[in-house]
């Protein structure tokens, strides 16, 4: 099920293709805001139209690891026997990214089946440094949305592709 994927480490220009984005709160530790994670989507009629999905760490947090899930529905994300999602196991997973701040993906259309209808999962290990760099903590995150199943914190997000007129 898994399709392509390819890191974009930089900040990215904003594509006059891009249509509409939705935000979600990244939280670290359950409740404490870290940054926000922004998926949008080219125009579905181009021939090579992705699905973006950013991570924007808030000021004094840093990213140092991201995992990305996608698919058509909950049971084509990577999870365990408990129904409990599995990073490690996410299409994009265990990067080292040494402390950044931003971080785009880019997921091809033809990753899904059922567009324009589809699940996401936005997980990170992030740390919160001081003034001078030094580690205060480090923490799990994800991507604000619907808890799987199980008892967990653990969380997806519904996205709808969105068409070059920001219609769903």
Same mark, same amino acid.
């Given at each position: 099920m %898994?399709? $392509?994927i390819a890191p974009v480490l930089s900040a990215r220009a904003q594509s006059p293709t891009i249509t509409e984005t939705q935000t979600y709160t990244f939280f670290a530790g359950q409740n404490i805001p870290a940054g !926000? @994670? &922004? @998926?949008? =989507? *080219? *125009? #579905? !009629?181009l021939p090579d139209a992705k699905i973006y999905v950013t991570y924007t760490m808030a000021p004094g947090w840093q990213l140092t690891q991201?995992? +990305?899930?996608y698919g058509d529905d909950l049971d084509d994300l990577p999870q365990n026997t408990a129904a409990m999602p599995s990073p490690v =196991? %996410? #299409?994009w997973a265990g990067v080292s990214l040494r402390g950044v701040t &931003? +971080? &785009?993906?880019?997921i091809s259309f033809s990753a899904f089946n059922t567009l324009p209808y589809l699940v996401i999962a936005a997980h990170g290990v992030v740390q919160q440094v001081d003034s001078n760099g030094r580690v205060l903590q480090q923490q799990s995150a994800w991507g604000n949305? $619907? /808890? %799987? /199943?199980g008892k967990n914190w653990d969380t997806y997000m519904n996205y709808t592709i969105l068409s070059a007129q920001g219609n769903r």
């Open positions: %898994f399709g $392509l !926000t @994670i &922004t @998926i949008a =989507n *080219d *125009d #579905p !009629t991201a995992h +990305v899930a =196991n %996410f #299409p &931003t +971080v &785009t993906y880019a949305g $619907l /808890p %799987f /199943p």
